[in-house]
C-alpha cells in the first residue's frame, strides 16, 4: 500500500511538473510571437491532390515561411508532410512545427466497415482496433489529428450523414464514442502512432430538418440533452483532445457561433481542455445565416464563442487583427486560442522531433499489413447483419452453379463507403472475387449485372435471367452505390435505388433460392424483399476486405453476429422511427382514435438491435438481485442465455429500461447495457448486468438528473422488441 502511494506521489509530482514546463515553454514562446505569427497558428488550410499526388498552392507556401499557417488539412504522405514541416521549420521565424489533419473516418489505407455498418458488430474491442489500427497507418503517412470521430446521434436515414455515426441510440453511440477515441488517442498522445481525435459535429447535426443536410436543428432542450450532447460528453470523458463545430443552427443559433455550446457548456461545465476547430469554410457561413454581416462580423463571433481555429475559411486570418485594433476583441481570446493549440502540439511530442510522424520507412512498414488487413476482415464479418433467412443460408461451398448478379456484385469503389480516407479500391475485395475464393473447384460461378444502380439495362437483365434460369442459388447484390451517403448526400427516397427492385422481382419469379445482399449508408425501406425474398444480409459497405467477409458468412465460415445499430422503416412516413418512442395518451390500439397511420403499421420492419444467426438462443426468465431498492442503490439482473440450435454462435445480450411513472414522460424503453458473449452449441451461460442509479436517473423539469421513486420495467433480449420482462420498485 505504501509503495502504491509513493508511486502515486511520484507520478503525480512527475505530470505537474511536466505539465509546469510545457506551460512555461509554451508562455516564452507566445511571447516572442507577433500577432501576425499568433493568428497564423489559428489558420487551417487544405493541400490539394493532382495526378501527381499531393501539392501545395504556391499562397500556401509563403504563408507558411512567415508563419501564416498552424496546421494543414488534406496533406498526407510521409515525404509531402516532411517537406511542408521542413518549410515551417527551416524558413519561419520561430520554426513552430505544423499539425497535419485528415478525415480518417473509418481507415486510412485498410479500410474498415463505414461507422454505421461498424456500429452494428456491437463490438466495442473490435470498434477500438480499427480505430487503432486507423491511427497507425494515419500517423505513418505523417498525419496527427483525425477528424473523428463523428458522433452524431441520427434518426433519419434521409440525412446521409447517418452513415458516418453510430445510429439511432445515445447509449450505444456514447460507448461506442469512447472506443473510437481510445483507438485513436490510445494511452499516450506522444508516442508516434496515436493521433488527435475530434468530437463532431458539436452539436444535433443529426437533427437537421427533414434529413437534408446542413439544415436546421429546431429541437428541444430536452431532445438535446437527452438524446444528441451524451456522445459529446462521453467523447470529453474519454479524453478527446480536439472538437469540430456543427454546420447546422440549433433553436436560431448557428453552432459556430455559439458561444453556450463552446465556453459554457463545452469549457465551463465539462472541462474541454483541448481545442475547437471549425467546420470547413462554417466561420464564413455565418453570414449567410444571417447572424453576420461580413467576415469580420463573422471571425468576432465565432472566435468569442470559443472558436480557436479557423478551417480554410482565411477569416481569422483577415479579420482577428483589424477586430483586435477596432477593440471588439481582446488579445486573451487569441492568446487563450494559441495556446490551446500549441499545448497539442507540445503534447503530440512535435516541437521536440517535428519529422517524427513522416517517416517513410514506416509509412511503408506500417501500411495494409497483414494483420491489419486481418483485423478488417474480422470487424467486417462482424458488421453483416442477418435479417431473414427461410433455411437458405448458409449454402454450400458445393453448389455447382451460383448466379452472382447485381451492380454490386463486383464492384470494388463502393465498398470503400464514403469518407473512405487515403483507401484505394483497387485492394478491394469484391461480393464477387470473394465468393470465387471460398467456392469449391467445381462450382460454376455466373456473373452478370442485371441493371445498374439507377437504370434498368434490358440487355444485362436478359444475361442475367439466363444466368438464374441455370443457377442453383442467386445472390444479387443491390443497393446503392457509395455517392449516396455521406456529406451532401441526403436522398428524399429510401428505397432501394433506381429500377433495382424490379430486377429483383424477376429474379423471384424463377423460384430459385435468392439470396439478397444489400449495400447501403442508410437502413432503406425495403418491405417487397422482406416479404418476398427468402433471405437478406444487411452488409452497409465493408471495406477492403468486404467482399472476403460477405463470403465467409454466405458460406457459413462466420455465424452472423451484427444487430442493427439504427430502426429499418417499413415507409419513409414513419421517419422519425425509432426504440424508445414516447408512449403518447393513446398508444397504438385496433382502435380508431390512437396513435397510428391508416397505411402502415406503427412498428419497424426491422427494429433496433435485430439481427439473426444461424443458430438459435433461449432466454431464461430474469432474475432481479432485489425487488425493491433505495434510491442511489445498484440492480444486479441476471439472466440465463442458451445456444438451442446446432452451431456456435455470437449473441449480443441487451438491456433495456423503462421508468414506469414518472413526473417527466420517460420512453418505452432505453438501452441500458448489453454484452457480446459466444456460446457453443448446447452452451448456456448467465449474463450479469448491474443497474446503477444513473441509469435509473433522468432530467427533471428543470433539467436536473433525478430519481423517482416508483416501478420500473426492465427488459433482457436479443433485440429491442423481444424481451423478457420483471419489474422493481425504487422507493424513497
Ligand atoms: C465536413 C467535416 C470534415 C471536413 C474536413 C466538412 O465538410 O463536414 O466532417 O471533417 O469537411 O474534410
Sequence with gaps: MIRFLVLLLVSLFVACYAQNTMEQEISALLNQMTLEEKIGQLNLCTGDFGEQGPFLRDEYKAWIAEGKIGAFLNAFTADFTYNLQKMAVEKSRLKIPLLFGFDVIHGFRTIFPLPLGEAASWDLKAIEKSARISAIEATAAGLHWTFAPMVDIARDPRWGRIAEGA????????????????????????????????????????????GRDYNIADISDRTLWETYLPPFKASV???????????????????????????????NQWGFQGFVVSDYTAINELIPHGVAANGKDAARLAL??????????????????????????????????????????????????????????????????????????????????????????????????????GPLADSQKDLLGCWCGAGDYNHVVSLLKGIQSKVS??????????????????????????????????????????????????????????????????????????????????????????????????????????????????????????????????????????????????????????????????????????????????????????????????????????????????????????????????????????????????ESREVSFFLTPEDMSFYDKNMKLTIEAGTFTVMVGGDSENLMKAEFEVVD
Design 167 to 210: 445510429g439511432e441510440d445515445t447509449y450505444l453511440g456514447c460507448l461506442i464514442a469512447k472506443a473510437r477515441v481510445r483507438g485513436f488517442q490510445g494511452n499516450d498522445l506522444a508516442a508516434h502512432d496515436t493521433m488527435l481525435a475530434c468530437a463532431k459535429h458539436f452539436a444535433a447535426y443529426g437533427a437537421a430538418q427533414a
Design 237 to 267: 470523458d474519454a479524453g478527446v483532445e480536439t472538437f469540430m463545430t456543427a454546420f447546422n443552427e440549433i433553436n436560431g443559433v448557428p453552432c459556430t457561433s455559439s458561444s453556450y455550446l463552446f465556453t459554457e457548456l463545452l469549457r
Design 304 to 405: 468569442k464563442a470559443g472558436v480557436d481555429m479557423d478551417m480554410q475559411g482565411h477569416l481569422f486570418i483577415k479579420e482577428l487583427s483589424i477586430l483586435l485594433n477596432e477593440g471588439k476583441i481582446d488579445i486573451k481570446d487569441i492568446d487563450e486560442a494559441v495556446k490551446r493549440i500549441l499545448r497539442l502540439k507540445y503534447r503530440l511530442g512535435l516541437f521536440q522531433n517535428p519529422y517524427a510522424y513522416s517517416n517513410v520507412q514506416r509509412e511503408k512498414e506500417k501500411t495494409m499489413t497483414k494483420e491489419h488487413l486481418e483485423v478488417a476482415l474480422d470487424v467486417a464479418k462482424k458488421s453483416i447483419v442477418l435479417l431473414k433467412n427461410e433455411n437458405v443460408l448458409p449454402l454450400s461451398k458445393e453448389i455447382k452453379t451460383l448466379a452472382v448478379l
Design 441 to 682: 473447384a467445381d462450382t460454376k460461378i455466373l456473373h452478370a449485372k442485371g441493371c445498374n444502380i439507377l437504370d434498368a439495362d434490358e440487355a444485362e437483365q436478359k444475361k442475367a435471367l439466363e444466368m438464374a434460369a441455370q443457377a442453383d442459388a442467386i445472390i444479387v447484390a443491390l443497393g446503392e452505390e457509395a455517392g449516396m451517403s455521406g456529406e451532401a448526400a441526403s436522398r428524399s427516397s429510401i428505397s432501394i435505388p433506381g429500377k433495382q427492385e424490379e430486377f429483383l422481382k424477376e429474379l423471384v419469379k424463377t423460384n430459385k433460392p435468392v439470396v439478397l445482399v444489400l449495400m447501403s449508408g442508410r437502413p432503406l425501406a425495403i418491405p417487397w424483399p422482406a416479404q418476398n425474398v427468402p433471405a437478406i444480409l444487411q452488409c452497409f459497405f465493408l471495406g477492403t476486405q468486404g467482399g472476403n467477409a460477405m463470403a465467409e458468412v454466405l458460406f457459413g465460415d462466420y455465424n452472423p453476429s451484427g444487430k442493427l445499430p439504427v430502426t429499418f422503416p417499413r415507409s419513409l412516413g414513419q421517419v422519425p422511427i425509432y426504440y424508445n418512442y414516447k408512449n403518447t395518451g393513446r398508444p397504438v390500439s385496433p382502435d380508431k382514435y390512437t396513435s397510428k397511420y391508416l397505411d402502415v403499421e406503427n412498428s419497424p420492419l426491422y427494429p433496433f438491435g435485430f439481427g439473426l444467426s444461424y443458430t438459435k438462443y433461449q432466454y431464461s426468465p430474469l432474475r432481479l438481485e432485489k425487488s425493491y431498492l433505495k434510491k442511489g442503490e445498484s440492480l444486479k439482473i441476471t439472466v440465463a442465455v442458451k445456444n438451442v440450435g446446432h452451431r456456435e454462435g455470437e449473441e449480443t445480450v441487451q438491456l433495456y429500461l423503462r421508468d414506469n411513472v414518472a413526473s417527466i414522460t420517460r420512453p418505452v424503453k432505453e438501452l441500458k447495457g448489453f454484452e457480446k458473449i459466444l456460446l457453443q452449441s448446447g
